[in-house]
């Protein structure tokens, strides 16, 4: 059995190229930054690499990393989008089967058009990104637009086509496959539906083809549905977590597991938890919006980086395990005073499939009512891979007592990765 040290040196190191920044936040993961090159002397796992940095050695994560002779290559065959992989996914029916199944998600939608049906007669509508069209028959069999344009770049478009004939919506539904930035019509929009959202609201960044297609062919005095969007963030109790990942290895059978708690802090919460089902009384405080945008304004170069800044007072003592974030659209009336349609993907909502992401700190910490967490949160576009992002959250916490020493501070990114 060959030990670490023996491993490194055996190995041939590889030279990799950074992607993007990244800043470690354990004492035995490295910090680089975008272009640096790193010397690979073991590939640990899928997601973390040993690797060597200006005679400093760390974990680093393997997705931030190119080979170093892809600099050689002819660059014009990647692509940034993951096109191929993206629309591949939407081409089959396992994510249809889990967005049609959001009732919450669906019915928000067929809300809107059901709400606005009188003011829809004879408009243009285009559905961007319609995959099975379920929200182009809704305004087709519920208002009486001129015409709805479903736009859809995957496969699944040819099965689109079947359905508005098969529901009998042809004669308003025209069903154009193809990528929203390439796609021709014949005239402008009045109204521009999409739903773009991700997890942690961007994620997948479908929102840069909303924003391109909305300065293309929305009309002056167009709707967008959404028209607002907002991120909320919490801190929070994850004990069932917690216990199942970390607190699992100091015992089990009666055996001293602690050595594996570094590597199970790595692995298991360095990235964000998707789908996860925050209780609300594992909120340590109200939670508040840290990232708003407004549908109208925002702009592609506005999503390369994205801040917002929180301020949290502790309503009752317990134990601070990390960060929960859900998100909010609002859908505007098209009528003068009409009611604002809201789709709430938090704890205090019905389930859907986004559900919430949660950012868990490297190690829990105690807190006290009174306690007040405040800092920032940045979402920061890869600048190679443009699906991804990295969130980083900064935080301070002041203790409400001089009895409790509890100010600390504390930093964490986290990178989100399809």
């Given at each position: ?49 040993w690797a060597e940095l200006r005679g400093v050695r760390g974990y680093v994560p393997a997705s931030y990393l190119r080979p170093g002779d892809a600099e050689e290559e002819d660059t014009s065959l990647e692509d940034p989008w993951q096109d191929e ?161 970390m607190a699992f290895w100091e015992q089990p059978y009666g055996l001293d597991f602690t050595p594996l708690q570094p590597l199970a802090q790595q692995e298991f919460f360095t990235k964000p938890k998707f789908s996860h089902l925050i209780e609300p009384n594992d909120c340590l405080t109200a939670p508040c919006d840290v990232i708003c945008l407004d549908m109208y304004t925002l702009q592609v170069k506005d999503l390369e980086e994205i801040k917002g800044q929180f301020h949290f007072c502790v ?104």
């Open positions: 059995m060959q030990t670490e040290k023996e491993d490194e040196d055996d190995a041939s190191p590889q030279e990799c190229v950074a992607m993007s920044d990244f800043t470690g936040s354990g004492s035995d993961q490295l910090s680089f930054s975008c272009g640096d090159k790193l010397l690979v002397h073991i590939k640990s796992s899928s997601d973390w690499w992989e993206y629309f591949g996914s939407y081409g089959t029916l396992r994510l249809h089967l889990e967005m049609l199944s959001d009732k919450s998600r669906t019915e928000a939608y067929r809300q809107v058009i059901l709400s606005n049906s009188a003011s829809l007669r004879n408009k243009v509508v285009m559905d961007l990104g319609c995959g099975t069209g379920i929200i182009s028959m809704f305004c087709a069999q519920l208002a009486q637009p001129s015409v709805v344009y479903a736009v859809e770049a995957s496969s699944m478009a040819e099965y689109t086509r079947q359905l508005v004939r098969q529901n009998n919506c042809e004669e308003v539904v025209t069903v154009l496959q193809g990528r929203a930035e390439e796609i021709e019509l014949p005239e402008q929009v009045d109204v521009l539906v999409s739903e773009w959202m991700g997890n942690c609201l961007l994620f997948e960044f479908m929102v840069e083809s909303v924003l391109l297609v909305r300065d293309r062919w929305l009309r002056e005095g167009g709707v967008m549905w959404p028209s607002s969007a907002a991120l909320t963030l919490v801190p929070c109790q994850a004990d069932s977590y917690y216990a199942e990942k309503e009752k003592s317990g134990v601070f395990h990390g960060f929960t974030a859900w998100f909010t659209v609002h859908f505007e009336s098209l009528e003068t005073g009409g009611a604002t349609v809201e789709l709430n993907t938090g704890p205090n909502s019905e389930p859907t499939h986004w559900k919430q992401t949660l950012f868990m700190l490297d190690r829990p910490i105690s807190v006290y009512a009174g306690d007040l967490i405040s800092g920032n949160i940045v979402l920061y576009r890869n600048p190679v891979w443009r699906r991804h992002m990295t969130v980083t959250l900064h935080w301070n916490i002041n203790s409400a007592t001089e009895e409790t020493d509890n100010c600390q501070v504390g930093t964490k990114v986290f990178p989100m990765w399809r």
